[in-house]
């Protein structure tokens, strides 16, 4: 279980600096943005939809200090492997390291014409890796800032997410959607963000108060640069090729009112017509639990979470047993408030909303239950909204 506190950024930072002192003999600035867990709307981003992430505790701190040459010197406290780039010969395209993060970034900074220059980087990462909690995003996000400090650049946050996504698209190599990147710029503390993904128009939505957000790891592993994701974005492509045959003004799922879809169901194949259904209804969950959430409905938040998690099984295919196990041992726990998986899938994390008085209770038991079920000994995190992104208070030299 995990818990974070302005005490702990302060500690961070100080053991951060230390370390990078030790290793560059320099004093650093440092930069930090979280991971997130998506409350609903999922594999909506990509196609225009609404998502409903929120920022959470687990962050990756970048700790920075420029060159007096043009290289790129990457280290990190829990990743494998130092890196040594020169600027001027970055790879150009992945080298299938952690450190193609930043890379990604770098390269996408200087496409954009920003004048990079040498950096001395340290890389300190808590998101759990590989657990759909979004640590590539932070870790791009961190990066940016910290590259962008060094000639004192500065971008909106909104431009910043953007310029990740697109490092993770063209240099990574995988179709990511703007969600991940935008709630780590973006978020604020004791809310989740409804987030339009066409126009990233975007509404604070406060979590209601006494609720905690209980994140499930089920310890079992996704890669989101392998085929799956991207087959499931092709498909949503296909269908909007269907539905431009019946109404030519459709750019992508999100434009397909539900009674288009209706009329045209048993037109589509089979797998586009259940992709496009998840897709097309989990817009309307993903506003619908908004309001909820605002009006302090829980039994609808419930209701509206466990049908996504459904459709993710049934239509969009991207759950595993792993996830059904620990979304159905949520059921009847004293406190629970909905929950589902978070995030691509295919292993990886649930997010559970629990009454603040039952949330270790919970944690604890959904635990056991998984444990019994599967064999597997799972992680519980007691999470709570936070802030985006943003460098920690600069210390003295
Ligand atoms: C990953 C991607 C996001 C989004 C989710 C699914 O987290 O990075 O852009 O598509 O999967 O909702």
Redesign the pocket.
């Known amino acids: 279980m995990y818990g974070h506190s302005g005490l702990n950024k302060i500690m961070k930072a100080r053991d951060l600096t230390e370390h990078f002192r030790k290793l560059f003999h320099e004093h650093p600035r440092i930069f930090r943005a979280p991971g997130r867990v998506?409350l609903i709307g999922?594999?909506?981003?990509?196609n225009d939809g609404f998502v409903l992430p929120a920022a959470v505790a687990f962050s990756t701190y970048v700790a920075v200090a420029a060159r007096p040459d043009s290289k790129l010197v990457i280290h990190s406290e829990e990743f494998p492997g130092n890196f040594d780039f020169d600027l001027d010969h970055l790879p150009a395209q992945r080298t299938g390291s952690w450190c193609d993060y930043v890379l990604g970034v770098a390269s996408v900074l200087r496409q954009r014409g920003h004048q990079l220059r040498g950096a001395n980087l340290l890389v300190h990462g808590e998101v759990p890796i590989g657990a759909?909690l979004?640590s590539s995003a932070a870790l791009e996000v961190a990066t940016a800032l910290a590259l962008m400090s060094l000639d004192e650049t500065q971008l909106p946050l909104t431009e910043v997410a953007q310029l990740c996504r697109q490092a993770e698209n063209t240099f990574v190599g995988a179709r990511?959607?703007?969600?991940?990147q935008f709630v780590a710029c973006m978020g604020k503390a004791g809310h989740a963000l409804l987030l339009d993904c066409r126009s990233l128009k975007f509404q604070l939505i406060p979590i209601p108060a006494g609720i905690e957000l209980v994140v499930c790891n089920t310890m079992t592993k996704h890669d989101?640069a392998t085929g799956a994701y991207n087959t499931r974005r092709e498909e949503c492509e296909e269908g909007v090729r269907y539905f431009q045959k019946w109404n030519p003004a459709i750019r992508a799922l999100r434009d397909v009112p539900v009674e288009l879809l209706n009329e045209h169901i048993s037109d589509l194949p089979p797998t586009i017509a259940k992709r496009c259904s998840h897709v097309i209804h989990e817009n309307q969950r993903t506003l619908e639990t908004a309001r909820a959430l605002t009006a302090g409905d829980l039994d609808e938040v419930e209701k509206l979470m466990r049908a996504s998690h459904d459709s993710l099984r049934d239509l969009y295919e991207v759950s595993c047993r792993e996830l059904d196990v620990m979304v159905e041992s949520a059921e009847g726990l004293p406190g629970f408030c909905g929950g589902r998986m978070t995030?691509?899938g295919f292993g990886g994390c649930t997010v559970n909303l629990v009454r603040q008085e039952h949330a270790a209770n919970f944690a604890r038991e959904i635990a056991e239950r998984y444990q019994q079920k599967t064999g597997i000994n799972p992680r519980t995190y007691l999470c709570t909204a936070e802030d985006g992104a943003g460098e920690l208070q600069r210390e003295p030299d």
């Open positions: 998506n999922e594999h909506t981003d990509y759909g979004s990511v959607g703007i969600m991940d989101l995030g691509g």
